[in-house]
């Protein structure tokens, strides 16, 4: 096989790198360092395994979109106790729409370790929400259910998932704040600054300031979802003065 | 509420008669009771918590069905290196069809223990999977995963699954058997018994003679399941005579 740096005949340096990034992705040490790496591995690589088996994510995808849905179910089922089955079917959908898997595996900067023979530029949208499912097929095959479970929280739950939100009660939180803002007629500002810290994924933090005080901090991977989050928090913190709209 | 033999407000006996039951199909001691009758109320009971909220099967059988087909991924991505993300889909698909698992539910008898204001002879047969359904759910939350896992190799994977069968590579072990006697000039003898064992569920007991000597003995839920377990096993102790077909 003539294939620029294959991540099954790389070197160790290469290997390390690879670990590192997924150590930072996954928040846990990987174990079996071959499985992920078919999680990163596009069909047209055209790699086959000793016994003549295709040999890319599409299989680890087909198990990780099983075990998302699984553990988002469960998160949904414990957190919505009056949600009936329709409206947890309706939420699941929402969650793990291909358009908030595609986001999540671009955020994370999946595309970065994907091998193929097409140019990445050549990829669709789709390529990062797959590489995300088969990432988490890898580490239910890895580390089995419960580290599964945990990087779900971590990755998908955790930064993404706002029952509210998703249910259309509020559209954003940002646009809560501004309009409380005027209505108090209060100056507001948001501070936004690059600010990698030691991830390696890029990751921006902002500081929401009110009448001159700053009032939340947030951080994330977008500036749109920092500023999102600061305002989550201050509509939380000012709650009792905003009253419940 | 005016229903008679509610499983929620039931005495002592009639718990200790339901964890029995249930203990007999899980195979393991369930912990949390309530959590159980909740898979066994259809909507038509009517029942409501003290929170207000409908309780009934029906949340159960959402986390269930995405379980149960996460178990059986996995299952298959692991028993079948070979096969593409669209055989493992397909192959996903025939297990937990709804024919299946009706099926699967009715040899279970899970119908007994259905709470309802509906006569149960008015319930089609969608029923008996959608309660199956229900039960892993519950599984899930009163035991965790592993539970659940041990619970589907048990009661879907194990009596259930033949990757041969279900890729129509083998229709039925018994006519295989047969064929092989007629070619050989053998007689042939299926005696077929109930044996119920000290299972709360009926059973059928079979042994199979070839020639005169008892080749196999299978025990299942069915008479014609029996027998073709007892034709499956004596298929592969014959293999090497009948050569593969």
Redesign the interface.
């Known amino acids: 096989m003539n294939f620029p740096s294959n991540i099954f005949t790389s070197h160790a340096k290469e290997d390390g790198k690879f670990f590192e990034g997924l150590t930072e992705i996954l928040g846990f040490k990987p174990k079996k360092l071959h499985v992920y790496k078919k999680a990163f591995v596009h069909r047209s690589a055209n790699i086959r ?1 000793k ?1 003549g ?2 040999m890319n994510y ?2 680890l ?3 990780g979109d ?2 998302l ?2 553990i988002i ?2 998160y949904l ?1 414990l957190e919505v ?5 329709g409206y ?2 309706k939420m699941r959908s929402k969650i793990v729409s291909r358009k908030h898997l595609n986001e999540l595996g671009k955020d994370l900067g999946l595309l970065h370790f994907v091998e193929s023979r097409i140019p990445k530029s050549n990829f669709g949208d789709n390529i990062h929400g797959n590489v995300f499912e088969a990432l988490v ?1 890898a580490v ?2 890895d580390r089995g ?2 580290y599964c479970e945990r990087f779900i929280n971590k990755r998908v739950i955790a930064p993404y998932v706002d029952i509210e939100q998703l249910e259309g009660k509020v559209i954003s939180y940002k646009s809560l704040i501004i309009e409380w803002c005027q209505k108090q007629k209060k100056t507001f500002r948001f501070d936004v600054y690059e600010d990698a810290g030691n991830d390696a994924i890029k990751h921006f933090a902002v500081k929401l300031a009110i009448g001159g005080n700053i009032v939340a901090k947030a951080r994330a991977t977008s500036k749109k979802k920092a500023e999102e989050r600061a305002s989550k928090r201050a509509f939380y913190a000012l709650q009792d003065k905003m009253g419940k709209s």
């Open positions: 395994d016994d088996n295709a599409e299989r995808e087909f198990l099983s075990m849905g699984t179910s469960k089922y106790p009056e949600g009936d089955e947890l079917t097929g239910y095959l259910y419960k």
